[in-house]
């Protein structure tokens, strides 16, 4: 039997975790304090005015669906929250720099805001990183569907996103939780279901909850994609700059030395 010595050298990164895939506990080692501080800024914010909860979870819904950029056409003006993310991000630098994501962290502000504002509570899953472009274009694209639209469109569009049209209730159902459309309930097929979430808030917190987390896993960047953000509005060129000369000092190279057996 020989024992040979087999190189490998694997190019990993030196901060966080390099999993290509979100789990809920992502940041238990690297940031594990982030939750208090979202969940600390967010009671603040809707402490302060309640509607702040609602903003921050259509901050959500348009972050999912086009990785949310300030200022497209259509949202210009309408979405607020941002302060809040920029609050909550520049707490969250100060304890744990370049470790967590503004995207990971709109997310866990709409978990959050639910559940302040009387709702249901669950595991939110992190590990997402940050769009290193602005999605101007596909902000205006037409991903997102416009206030008058069918409900046809309305399904589809869902659909697109791989969310189902109870999730697409769910998400926009009534309770003063959430703002409704009038194309859901308008004697066609998701009728019943906003009837059914009426009358019984176990099922609308079911299938809210189950919405959420679909919501939350749409094409999230993970693993080496995308950058974590240091500032939490749109990234400039030059951030982007600085960001790709700082990568290289952000890897390490680790050797092993695997014992390979020879018969
Ligand atoms: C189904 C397609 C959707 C359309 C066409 C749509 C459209 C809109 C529009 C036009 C507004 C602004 C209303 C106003 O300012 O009076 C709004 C507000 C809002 N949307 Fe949606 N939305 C949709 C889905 C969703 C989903 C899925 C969520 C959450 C998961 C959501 C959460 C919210 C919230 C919470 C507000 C109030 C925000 C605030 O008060 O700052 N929307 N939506
Ligand atoms: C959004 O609003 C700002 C300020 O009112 C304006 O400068 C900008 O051009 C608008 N963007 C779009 C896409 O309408
Ligand atoms: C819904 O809207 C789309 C796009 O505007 C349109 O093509 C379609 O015919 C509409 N469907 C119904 C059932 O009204």
């Known amino acids: 039997m020989i024992m040979v010595m087999g190189l490998l050298v694997v190019l990993a990164h030196l901060k966080g975790s390099s999993s290509t895939h979100l789990s809920t506990d992502f940041y238990e080692k ?3 304090t982030v939750f208090s ?3 600390s800024v967010v009671k603040s914010a809707i402490r302060e005015e309640k509607r702040m909860g609602a903003s921050l979870l259509r901050l959500h819904f348009h972050d999912c669906f086009v990785q949310g950029e300030k200022t497209a056409g259509g949202n210009n003006n309408s979405v607020r929250g941002y302060e809040v993310i920029d609050d909550i991000k520049s707490k969250v630098e100060a304890v744990c720099p370049g470790i967590v994501s503004c995207a990971d962290i709109v997310t866990i502000a709409a978990r ?9 509570t669950w595991k939110v899953k992190v590990g997402r990183r940050d769009s290193t472009t602005a999605r101007l274009e596909a902000a205006n694209s037409g991903v997102l569907p416009a206030p008058d639209s069918n409900l046809t469109t309305l399904i ?3 659909k697109d996103q791989g969310l189902s049209p109870t999730d697409l209730v769910a998400l926009s159902a009534k309770k003063g939780l ?3 459309d009038q194309a859901l309930y308008d004697g066609g097929s998701t009728d019943s279901l906003v009837e059914l979430y009426s009358k019984s808030p176990e099922s609308f917190n079911k299938d809210l909850v189950v919405a959420m987390i679909k919501m939350g896993d749409i094409s999230p960047l993970t693993g080496s994609n995308g950058e974590i953000r240091r500032i ?6 030059l951030i ?3 960001k790709r000369h700082l990568s ?3 890897k390490k190279i680790r050797v092993f030395y695997y014992p390979i057996v020879v018969k």
């Open 37 to 39: 501080i979202v969940q």
């Open 30 to 32: 690297s940031c594990p």
């Open 232 to 237: 939490a509005g749109s990234p400039t060129e």
């Open 156 to 158: 589809q569009k869902f």
């Open 248 to 250: 290289y000092e952000n």
């Open 112 to 120: 959050d805001s639910v559940f302040l504002l009387g709702g249901p």
């Open 178 to 180: 959430l703002h409704s």
């Open 240 to 242: 982007r700059k600085k």
